[in-house]
């Protein structure tokens, strides 16, 4: 059993930025597409970014141009840059690997692990 490992979360004010990081443990994140999801208090999850096999990435249309998901492999890791942070960005993020030959990136129901969350908050 596998476990993933979110940080990089924090505090910071509209229009900063900040770099989240979720390592694998016992999970090869190399080997299954990767996202990022985020919740709001009293909202649904829903998926911010994905990095899928082959490369292709997928993105919230409300963080277009501003977020940019990325991997290393060496290194075991999903990252998720965010920029031009918004107050309505302030969420607890969540990484997630995907079950094989997951195709709806933004589905909860199609990744199998995940990691405990790390909280953003976007003050104005």
């Known amino acids: 059993q596998g476990w993933l490992v979110e940080s990089g979360g924090g505090s910071v004010q509209a229009g900063g930025s900040l770099r989240l990081s979720c390592a694998g443990s016992g999970v090869a994140t190399d080997s299954y597409s990767m996202a990022w999801f985020r919740q709001e208090p009293g909202k649904e999850r829903e998926g911010v970014a994905a990095?899928?096999?082959?490369?292709?990435?997928y993105y919230a249309d409300s963080v277009k141009g501003r977020f940019t998901i990325s991997q290393d492999n060496a290194k075991n890791t999903l990252y998720l840059q965010m920029n031009s942070l918004k107050p309505e960005d302030t969420a607890i993020y969540y990484c997630a690997e995907a079950v094989p030959f997951a195709y709806k990136w933004a589905d909860q129901a199609e990744y199998k692990y995940w990691g405990q969350g790390t909280r953003v908050t976007v003050s104005s």
């Open positions: 990095f899928y096999r082959g490369g292709r990435t």
